[in-house]
């Protein structure tokens, strides 16, 4: 659903000075439980898959979703140097879609939104695909995004159906939470 971000560049972004910046331990503690099924949207070479594996441990699951065959090959590479599959699984989307199958409790969007050709479209995949009570993370880097833009993509989620669960504070970052109710 998106391909703006090349794997180069995610390389470049993708390193471990990023752990003091977004550590997706910290920054998804308050939402990923062990035992939870897990959705990665837009997971470029696996940075918060790898960190969500290790928050819904042994009897949760990780799904790495990416448009790219690149990113997802980094991803596979990192669950095996990882010990982590049996956790992660990884799945390329479409264009336009997801395709996905199967209900999550927990979607993370991390600086990918605004790279979907139709957000609202987006958000009503999403939507279908969480379980009663799931929650999907969306962070927009501010450098890309306007505030408005931002604030609109959330009353065009709570159109859909979602309500706000919180707004998270991160560094260079728009977030929300948003809830299925």
């Not at 439980?33 to 470029?44: A, E, H, L, T």
């Not at 929650?135 to 979602?162: C, Q, S, W």
Request: hydrophobic share 40%; charged share 25%.
């Amino acid at each position: 659903m998106a391909d703006h971000c090349s794997y180069k560049k995610v390389r470049k972004f993708d390193n471990s000075l990023r752990l003091l910046i977004h550590n997706p331990r910290k920054v998804f503690k308050p939402y990923v439980k062990p035992g939870m099924s897990v959705m990665d949207f837009g997971c470029g070479a696996g940075f918060a898959s790898i960190g969500m594996a290790n928050l819904v441990g042994r009897d949760g699951r990780v799904l790495s979703v990416d448009m790219q065959s690149e990113m997802l090959d980094m991803v596979k590479a990192r669950v095996k140097q990882n010990g982590l599959e049996e956790i992660i699984s990884t799945h390329q989307c479409d264009a336009d879609s997801l395709n996905v199958d199967g209900m999550f409790d927990f979607v993370n969007a991390f600086w990918v939104v605004h790279e979907v050709p139709d957000s609202k479209s987006f958000l009503q995949e999403v939507y279908s695909h969480l379980n009663s009570g799931g929650r999907l993370f969306i962070a927009e880097p501010m450098y890309h995004v306007t505030g408005t833009g931002f604030k609109n993509l959330i009353k065009m989620a709570e159109d859909i159906g979602f309500s706000v669960d919180s707004k998270p504070r991160l560094l260079l970052c728009m977030t929300v939470v948003l809830i299925k109710k």
